[in-house]
DNA sequence: GTATCCATGTAACCAGTTACATGATTGC
DNA sequence: GCAATCATGTAACTGGTTACATGGATAC
């Protein structure tokens, strides 16, 4: 059986592309910015990273520059070029491609009846404390980019409000309805 | 280079499991299954259902017998095995694994100063009319079920109930974040 | 002395998608 | 006549994950 080498494409690129616009950065870098600035709504993979970059360099999108410093290891800072950002832009304009939804507590939750109640209220308590969790994130994350100046005059300021705010209702909705579950169930308990 | 045949595993088959728990199908009577009864939390892709449903075969968690009736052509049916319910129930008591989040739109937001924007109002009233017809679909499903003097009396009632609320409160929260968001952006505009 | 952070990179693996092949039947 | 539905299956491909290798610096 045969098995090429293909070249690797997609979602990544325009992420890291998109990234890139914002400030020359090298692969640890760009998983450091996914991790921290913008996880809550993309992630990636830092295996993943290092190869797609070398693939943009070919392509000509990123250009890369070995940086020097004392203390620690060289660093390949990667920029972006007029040929990326058009990539970017074609990208941005087209429409957005919709992957299938996979929430594997709901599909726990759908065939929930053939195990004990207990290992869903479980489930369900995780999944709040997980989003209340992130729902701090969020609102601190609010916080601090609506008291910054620089932000604040940002043609971007709106736009990354935008993603915040849908953090902070998606967990919000999403506490909501654990709460619910958990009561529902539990009367549906005393009920039997 | 060395290309193994490995084995196919996970989610699919626990999806498929849980499905043959209720009745015995085809695969293509669970690619319909998917498609029209938990589409808004769970998809399948119907070129790997079969070769997942093969492998289940092989490790007897599914028996398949093959059913002739006229007019149609041949269906291999299969049923899940006492070994298939165990697997099931072991992966019922596991704690989630969520699959890292990644959502084009957010991601899209977040660039969004690189484009005009009437491409992000596109993508946003787009956005919202998939929401809206979700949640017409979510509440016509919820509307069914709790008419459904059957499914009322099965224990599974409460939990389908919250897969169904789920996917309603969902909706709505997509719906008024994108409002919202169309309303700050064209705030904003004016502001300029 | 141990863990974490900095930093890059590769190979093997895995799960899922797309495209294709096949062919009968039903509805417009 | 054409599209859709019923029905099964495979091969090639894609995109991403995991595990590993390397090694210095810093923090506890």
Known sequence: MECKNVPIINKTKYAILGILTLMPCSGYDI???CDKGISCFWNENIGHIYP???????????????????????KNVYTITQKGKEELE?????PIEHSPERLELLLKMFFAK????????????NEKNRCLKTLEESLKAEEELSNNERARNDLGYPYWLATIKYGIENSRFKIKW???TLANISNYKKGE
């Open 31 to 33: 998983k450091k910015f």
């Open 178 to 180: 654990c709460d619910e």
């Open 90 to 94: 074609k990208w941005m304009k087209l």
């Open 52 to 74: 797609v970059l070398k693939q943009m360099e070919n392509e000509e999108l990123v250009t890369k520059r070995t940086e020097q410093s004392e203390g620690n290891p060289p």
């Open 114 to 125: 053939s195990v004990s109640v207990q290992y869903i209220i479980k489930e369900l308590e």
